[in-house]
């Protein structure tokens, strides 16, 4: 099979984009400001577009130029729990929620067995932290105060100060955590 080109991937993603939102050729190339006769010479991998028509390509489909170049994705990922990545603190069992990175995001799954505590790791100063209790019954101890997480009970704190968390119950409790990092140089 031939090494696909940048080129190729170029005319993948703009028509995959394209199909998604809906839209005609007529409609996008107008979107553009480009001759319908353009995009579809961009579709078919027979354009070699100089960087102001790609600037006025990704601006019209409403994506970074740097997606227009890549490798297109799947449409469709599945995994399988035990793909996932697992990392345990004492007792308590983390879970990634997703295998990739996305940024200034975390979001894991945690099991706490019964009686099972875990102190949290303060972030930079602008972190926030978001934890729901989806089963059972979670404690959460953050800046002095004690919040105790029924099932779909939600708290949202500063995720730079001291916290900790611990099953107080006699059944194992999940929980989910999403971290909202703050941004670099914020």
Known sequence: MPTRTPID???????????????????IAKAAGI?????????????????TVLVKVAS????????????????????RADELPIRQRGQVVIRKLIPEPLPNLDLER??????????????????????ACEHGTVELAVAGERFTLAEGDVVIFRGDQRHAYHNPGKATAVAFSAIAFAPVGA
């Open 60 to 79: 019209a489909l409403e994506v970074r130029l740097d997606e227009l170049l890549a490798p297109p994705r799947q449409p469709a990922r599945f995994l």
């Open 9 to 27: 991937h170029l005319a993948d993603n703009i028509k995959a984009i394209r199909t998604a939102r809906g839209l005609s050729q007529q409609q």
């Open 110 to 131: 945690l099991m706490l067995p019964p009686g099972a505590r875990m102190a949290g790791v303060p972030h930079t100063p602008g972190t926030r932290e978001y934890l």
């Open 35 to 51: 001759p319908r006769a353009t995009w579809t010479n961009l579709e078919s991998g027979a354009a070699n577009p100089t960087l």
